[in-house]
């Protein structure tokens, strides 16, 4: 084949369909952070409860928000308290490699 890559009657080489892991977030190792002005339930629904964090503003304008985040997110009545777990302690421990 010549500098173009076509084959010699013209016609374009045939694009591959692309491979796309049925889990993108676990087949890359992709975290996401929520926080608890998101709306979590949905987040969860869209890329699973193995792969959120939580996460806040910590330092940059008030402390204690990091706190208030965590009672707020406790409080969250849409969540089973497993995903609560996963997302507040487990996901973190296995995206630091803690486990």
Same mark, same amino acid.
């Given at each position: 084949?010549?500098?173009? #890559?076509?084959?010699?009657? *013209? #016609?374009?080489?045939?694009?591959? !369909?692309?491979?796309?892991?049925?889990? @993108?977030?676990?087949?890359?190792?992709?975290? @996401?952070?929520?926080?608890?002005? +998101? +709306?979590?339930?949905?987040?969860?629904?869209?890329?699973? !409860? +193995?792969?959120? @964090?939580?996460?806040? +503003?910590?330092?940059?304008? #008030?402390? %204690? %928000?990091?706190?208030?985040?965590?009672?707020?997110?406790?409080?969250? !009545?849409?969540? #089973? %308290?497993?995903?609560? *777990?996963?997302?507040?302690?487990?996901?973190?421990?296995?995206?630091?490699?803690?486990?």
């Amino acid at each position: 084949m010549g500098a173009v #890559d076509r084959p010699r009657n *013209g #016609d374009p080489l045939p694009c591959p !369909e692309p491979r796309v892991p049925e889990n @993108v977030f676990a087949a890359y190792n992709i975290f @996401v952070t929520c926080q608890t002005n +998101d +709306d979590v339930p949905y987040i969860v629904s869209c890329c699973g !409860e +193995d792969r959120l @964090v939580i996460g806040t +503003d910590y330092g940059h304008t #008030d402390p %204690s %928000s990091a706190v208030t985040a965590l009672n707020e997110f406790q409080r969250m !009545e849409a969540l #089973d %308290s497993a995903v609560k *777990g996963k997302i507040l302690s487990h996901n973190a421990e296995a995206l630091y490699a803690l486990q």
